[in-house]
């Protein structure tokens, strides 16, 4: 029987604008967009779930898409821009969304929320007022254990009134 040699992991210094801030680091070329984020940069606000782009709780946006950071290599976003759920709120004032989902219980453990949170930016941007089929249609993209979705939904339609009157 012979085996044939692994290949060896190269490493690779990628420049990425993360929430404003031009960041640098050196990775492996094999390592995911998420772990480069959490373990290399420190933000822990994009969490892991499935590892298989199923779950949704490692949404973030790349170039103003929302995207599975599971999914990607850190390598490919070289160069880009990334948005993670610590880059909205200003200071101690909650983005609109995160407002919208405090006030309305849109969430229980917030394993998933980060993720439902920039899916729900994303589509804001493109869409200021989506339909109710519309907004089913993101979160669906989204599993949570511990809610019925129905506050996450109100969540989100809070978010719309929010962002309406200028928050």
């Known amino acids: 029987m012979?085996?044939?040699?692994r290949p060896q992991a190269t490493e690779r210094t990628i420049s990425v604008v993360v929430n404003g801030e031009r960041r640098s680091a050196t990775v492996?070329?094999?390592?995911?967009?998420?772990?480069?984020?959490?373990?290399?940069?420190?933000?822990t606000g994009?969490?892991?779930g499935c590892e298989h782009g199923v779950c949704g709780a490692c949404t973030l946006l790349l170039n103003g898409r929302a995207v599975r950071s599971c999914l990607l290599l850190?390598?490919?976003?070289d160069g880009q821009e990334i948005q993670t759920i610590e880059g909205l709120a200003k200071g101690d004032e909650l983005h609109s969304i995160q407002q919208a989902f405090w006030e309305e219980h849109g969430l229980q453990c917030g394993y998933c929320t980060g993720g439902i949170i920039m899916s729900t930016?994303?589509?804001?941007?493109?869409?200021p007022h989506p339909s109710d089929e519309e907004i089913y249609e993101v979160l669906g993209g989204h599993l949570c254990r511990c809610t019925g979705y129905e506050d996450i939904f109100k969540s989100v339609k809070r978010a719309i009134e929010l962002r309406g009157q200028g928050r």
């Open 2 to 5: 012979t085996t044939e040699a």
């Open 28 to 43: 492996l070329d094999r390592k995911t967009l998420a772990d480069f984020l959490r373990e290399d940069l420190e933000l």
């Open 46 to 48: 994009t969490h892991v």
């Open 74 to 77: 850190a390598v490919q976003a």
């Open 121 to 127: 930016l994303a589509m804001l941007e493109d869409n």
